[in-house]
Nanobody, 122 residues
Framework: DVQLQASGGGLVQAGGSLRLSCAVS????????IAWFRQAPGKAREEVSC????????YYGDSVRGRFTISSGSAKSTVYLQMDSLKPEDTAVYYC???????????????WGRGTLVTVSS
């Protein structure tokens, strides 16, 4: 079975950095994509970033572009989200999820990991 596990969340001051990890296991094929989404208290879950092993692309939501960087470990067993210049509005539970090709349509994602909480203090 495909399993995804997000980790690395914590408390950080505004302007600081954190790196999240998504441990990926169980895929029997190479053609998939891993995305990060986040959900702040009282708000809808929103897209953050996606990396595609299907087309080699990386994609970012408007609110994080230029501050966050998604990358993959050499064995595709871990996907990282480097978060720099953090803002209080980045406070949320961050989830990783898998799909075939990167899309912001959350209904297209087959597997979701448990989230990791990121809190950015002002």
């Amino acid at each position: 079975d495909v399993q995804l596990q997000a980790s690395g969340g914590g408390l950080v001051q505004a302007g600081g950095s954190l790196r999240l990890s998504c441990a990926v296991s169980g895929f029997t094929y190479d053609d998939y994509s891993i995305a990060w989404f986040r959900q702040a208290p009282g708000k809808a879950r929103e897209e953050v970033s996606c990396i595609s092993y299907h087309d080699g692309g990386t994609y970012y939501g408007d609110s994080v572009r230029g501050r966050f960087t998604i990358s993959s470990g050499s064995a595709k067993s871990t996907v990282y989200l480097q978060m720099d210049s953090l803002k209080p509005e980045d406070t949320a539970v961050y989830y990783c999820a898998s799909t075939w090709g990167c899309t912001w349509n959350q209904a297209q994602y087959d597997y979701w990991g448990r989230g990791t909480l990121v809190t950015v203090s002002s």
